[in-house]
């Protein structure tokens, strides 16, 4: 669930997926900066699918073929 809403997935690659399929927030913020929080707890499959966009600058919707470039930056906070 986590990847759909972070990579976006394709029409039909899951019951209830939206017809055109949906993009995730990475091609949603593309040029510009995503705040990731939290990122130990989440798994470690994830974690490396994070790395991978953000290593490659592209990704690929679940269920997809098509590799898609973004430019995002991770963004940070300071100490609050």
Do not use: W
């Not at 394709?10 to 995503?34: P, S």
């Not at 592209?58 to 098509?66: D, P, Q, T």
């Amino acid at each position: 669930m986590l990847e759909s809403e972070l990579f976006g997935y394709e029409e039909g690659t899951f019951t209830g997926a939206q017809k055109g399929g949906k993009k995730g927030l990475f091609e949603l913020v593309d040029n510009g900066t995503i705040f990731l929080d939290e990122i130990g707890d989440i798994s470690l499959t994830v974690q490396s699918h994070l790395l991978r966009v953000l290593q490659e600058k592209e990704l690929r919707r679940i269920g997809g073929r098509k590799v898609i470039p973004i430019n995002v930056c991770p963004g940070h906070r300071g100490n609050e």
